[in-house]
């Protein structure tokens, strides 16, 4: 009777994926269609200073990327841009939440994480504890958030120099990362590239979620 049990609900399981994967192009079609119609929420964190705003300025289409003048955020400011992103025929509505990397935050920082599809670190290399501050950021956010790598992406953010060099982690849970080097004064496709990546990878992240939930689901019911 156990065997007999056991291999009717595999064939459940069994029936329930062949029926999923019969009308899993049509359902890709529909959930693309949501992927454009929700919004997606990147958060923009990393050590004060540094130029997240002016990167989320950018990202943004917004005319102060100088930087010049520095204003460090007041905890938390939302730049809500439009991205046409290859293979999706409707803009996709992004949200980038512009955190400040002080400290004095930090206890708004798991409400800022709350909900987030990925994350976009920003670092200056050249200054000193660099990859510790980063890592401390990459811990407190997205470990604790079980970010998937490729969700994420590191921007090595240069304000003064044209150094274009990657820089070389010694902790390797970095290294699952995609890093960028950037500086605003002679901005590259490369930000633009890199940008649409994370894009690309945290829309498939959210519909393949969407299809497990379905898929979970279905098998409850079944």
Request: hydrophobic share 30%.
């Amino acid at each position: 009777i156990e065997n007999t049990t056991t291999t009717t609900k595999e064939e459940r399981k069994r029936h329930t994926r062949k029926k999923y994967k019969r009308n899993k192009s049509n359902k890709n079609n529909n959930n693309k269609k949501k992927m454009g119609e929700e919004a997606v929420k990147i958060i923009v964190i990393g050590p004060k200073g540094v130029g997240k705003s002016c990167i989320s300025n950018y990202l943004a289409q917004l005319n102060d990327i100088s930087g010049k003048m520095y204003y460090p955020t007041v905890g938390l400011r939302i730049c809500e841009p439009v991205k046409q992103v290859e293979g999706y025929n409707e803009q996709i509505k992004i949200e980038l939440w512009d955190a400040s990397g002080d400290k004095q935050y930090s206890s708004s920082w798991p409400a800022i994480a709350k909900g987030a599809d990925g994350i976009l670190f920003v670092f200056d290399p050249d200054m000193p504890n660099a990859e510790t501050e980063l890592f401390d950021y990459f811990q407190t956010f997205a470990l604790s958030m079980k970010m998937k790598p490729s969700c994420c992406l590191i921007f090595a953010h240069r304000k003064t120099t044209e150094n274009k060099s990657i820089p070389q982690f010694q902790n390797k849970e970095l290294d699952h990362i995609a890093v960028c080097p950037t500086n605003l004064n002679a901005p590259s496709k490369q930000i633009d590239d890199h940008f649409e990546a994370l894009l690309q990878n945290v829309l498939k992240a959210r519909m393949e979620d969407a299809e497990e939930n379905v898929l979970q689901n279905s098998m409850m019911k079944g």
